[in-house]
């Protein structure tokens, strides 16, 4: 049974850095989608960003490019969100989640396509 554990989470200034980190278990597909999605208060569920097992691809939306970067650690089961010039409207719950067996980061766009979610934790940009 896969399961995700986020952490990193928390209260920063508009401008400021954030890294979540999201360890993974699990896993008896060698192919499969992981990334981040995020929640904003009144809003809908949307993909920030995801990496694909099969080929290496990452998907990172327009509103954080430039901005946040993805990337993992093979060896601790770890993927990260880093999270550099944050604004305001970045402020939501961020979640982990993963589609065993997926190979394609466009599943990302679709966040009910995802299996397997995290508990999330809470990012806050303000002054």
């Known amino acids: 049974q896969v399961q995700l554990v986020e952490s990193g989470g928390g209260l920063v200034q508009p401008g400021g850095s954030l890294r979540l980190s999201c360890a993974a278990s699990?896993?008896?597909?060698?192919?499969?989608?992981i990334g981040w999605f995020r929640q904003a208060p009144g809003k809908e569920r949307e993909g920030v960003s995801c990496?694909?097992?099969?080929?290496?691809?990452?998907y990172l939306a327009d509103s954080v490019k430039g901005r946040f970067s993805i990337s993992r650690d093979n060896v601790k089961n770890t993927i990260f969100l880093q999270m550099n010039s944050l604004k305001p409207e970045d402020t939501a719950v961020y979640y982990c989640?993963?589609?065993?067996?997926?190979?394609?980061?466009?599943?990302?766009?679709?966040?009910?396509?995802?299996?397997?979610w995290g508990q999330g934790t809470l990012v806050t940009v303000s002054s």
């Open positions: 989640a993963a589609l065993p067996g997926g190979r394609s980061w466009t599943v990302c766009r679709y966040p009910s396509r995802l299996e397997v």
């Open positions: 699990g896993f008896t597909s060698n192919y499969y989608i």
């Open positions: 990496l694909s097992s099969y080929d290496g691809t990452a």
